[in-house]
């Protein structure tokens, strides 16, 4: 008997010297992460509409058009009045997908679109997760799939969309921002002359330039970087969208003078202002006047008011030590005056959306740490005459919880995505037709835009370089006075 025991632990060595190696909170994180998959899936069947990239149809058949030698911009879709709306170096951009069948070239692009989310959202999440001592990789695994989720990741992907990859190419100007802010820190005798040029951040703007070039929307990053000074990243940006779309000229020069001379201005290409997916501030005004136009005055004079509120509020952010959110509140503002900005427009509410969950958790450990210096009194460096006042109960319990609570009504806002039960469309329907909430339904994405142009809390300080570059120029102007 004590030799068969002894034979089945022999056999069973194996199995626990793995086990042994196998770290099992690594096995809860990943259990956790495939049920945050499954739920953000079920959520995308529930409240998704149904996807068959649309626009990639569109955009797929006018490179095919295209390269049978047809002009870009005389190619409609069939069976709508749609055609190519993007500039020349877009078209050259997809033109390679013209080999693929169209339900290739949407799976690629979804691909794509993903693996760039997940590098952005690492490279935006690590300072918080390194502060926090979370694991990296965990929390992107969970971020993604939730990203994904909500409107503008699911129509983006669904519909074949680019958002998602211009968003990207602008947010690593920000991480570029970050390294050339901290040059220096990074050091490898390894490194080859690329690497040292990534890591020094130099290119910092051609991820604007780039974007631009694309799609004319960002080109507010470019005001933003000379509003706040930033000559060289603005330079790079400016100089990346001159040099590409110059090359386009050359390169197709009929499409370059046919965008720029007329197609750029037929504003009825892309669709009634007062469609429901625009959620911009002129498809807002459009469903409040019950017009298939947009007042043009009345758009005019909020959208140079939103410009001022958002441009200010960014530079103010950026002063303050925190990038990431002075960029949120450009690609907000950005969202909130262009003439038309669909549901998959809408990426940057995922920054806002950690932004605020960051600013909750910062405002929680801060009150964490107030209320133990002021416990521990002067000695331990408390404010004398404060340190007797004993903190109020609700203190460290609730503060940061507006943040929090305002981080998941927004997820949970464009999660649902309540537009859609109340879509109408004129001169079939009023938007009307359900009554004032029907009404406030069908423009709530749009009326959190506006909110969070005005309100999105910035972090003093949650960029260490970024606040340390200002407290250095603060030293330097005191010390000449």
């Known amino acids: 008997m004590p030799t068969i025991v002894g034979r089945r632990a022999d056999r069973l060595a194996p199995v626990q010297r793995v086990m042994r190696g196998i770290d099992r909170r690594n096995v809860v994180r990943g259990a956790i992460v495939a049920a945050v998959a499954y739920a953000a899936w079920l ?14 149809k569109i ?26 709306t993007y500039p020349p170096f877009a078209g050259l951009v997809m033109l390679p997908m013209a080999q693929l069948p169209i339900a290739g070239a949407g799976m690629v692009n979804a691909l794509a679109s993903i693996a760039a989310l997940a590098l952005i959202l690492a490279g935006l999440l690590r300072p918080i997760v390194d502060r926090l001592g979370w694991p990296l990789w965990f929390t992107v695994a ?54 040292r040029f990534i890591y020094s951040g130099a290119w910092a703007g051609a991820g604007i330039g780039l974007a631009t070039a694309v799609k004319l929307t960002p080109a507010l990053f470019i005001a933003y970087l000379l509003i706040t000074r930033q000559w060289r990243v603005a330079a790079t940006a400016i100089g990346t969208t001159i040099g590409v779309t110059v090359a386009s000229f050359g390169i197709v020069g009929d ?23 625009n ?6 005004l459009a469903r409040l ?38 960029f949120t509140l450009v690609g907000l503002t950005a969202n909130v005056i262009s003439p038309i900005s669909w549901t998959h427009h809408l990426v940057w509410v995922i920054p806002a959306i950690i ?82 909430f029907g009404a406030l339904m069908e423009n709530s994405l749009a ?35």
């Open 142 to 195: 969970v971020a993604v799939p939730l990203a994904v989720a909500i409107e503008p990741g699911r129509e983006t992907l669904g519909y074949g969309q680019v958002n998602i990859l211009l968003f990207a190419l602008i947010m690593a100007d920000l991480i570029g921002l970050r390294w050339r802010s901290r040059r220096g820190t990074h050091y490898d005798t390894t490194d080859g002359p690329l690497l």
């Open 43 to 56: 959520a995308i069947g529930e409240f998704g509409r149904p996807y068959n990239f649309f626009d990639m």
């Open 355 to 436: 932004v605020l969950a960051d600013a909750a958790v910062r405002r929680r450990e801060a009150s964490r740490s107030v209320a133990q210096r002021s416990s521990q009194g002067p000695a331990f460096g408390g404010l004398t005459g404060l340190n007797s006042l004993r903190p109020p109960i609700w203190y460290p319990t609730l503060t940061g919880l507006r943040h929090g609570v305002a981080a998941v009504g927004l997820y949970l806002l464009f999660l649902v995505s309540p537009i859609w039960p109340y879509e109408h469309q004129l001169p079939e329907e009023s938007h009307y037709q359900d009554g004032l």
């Open 289 to 326: 006047y019950d017009s298939i136009e947009t007042p043009g005055l009345l758009w005019f004079a909020f959208s140079v008011l939103i410009l001022a509120l958002g441009l200010s509020r960014a530079a103010s952010s950026r002063a303050d030590g925190d990038e990431l959110t002075a």
């Open 255 to 277: 499409e370059s003078r046919a965008y720029f001379g007329s197609v750029l201005w037929q504003t009825e290409r892309v669709g009634a202002a007062d469609m429901t997916p």
């Open 59 to 84: 955009y797929h058949g006018a490179v095919v058009w295209w390269a049978s030698g047809h002009e870009l911009y005389e190619f409609i879709a069939p069976g709508t009045t749609l055609g190519f």
């Open 279 to 284: 959620q911009s501030l002129a498809g807002l």
């Open 447 to 481: 009326l959190a835009l506006i909110v969070l142009v005005a309100a999105l809390p910035w972090r003093p300080g949650a960029e260490p370089a970024f606040y340390g570059e200002r407290l250095n120029r603060a030293a330097l102007v005191n010390g000449r006075r």
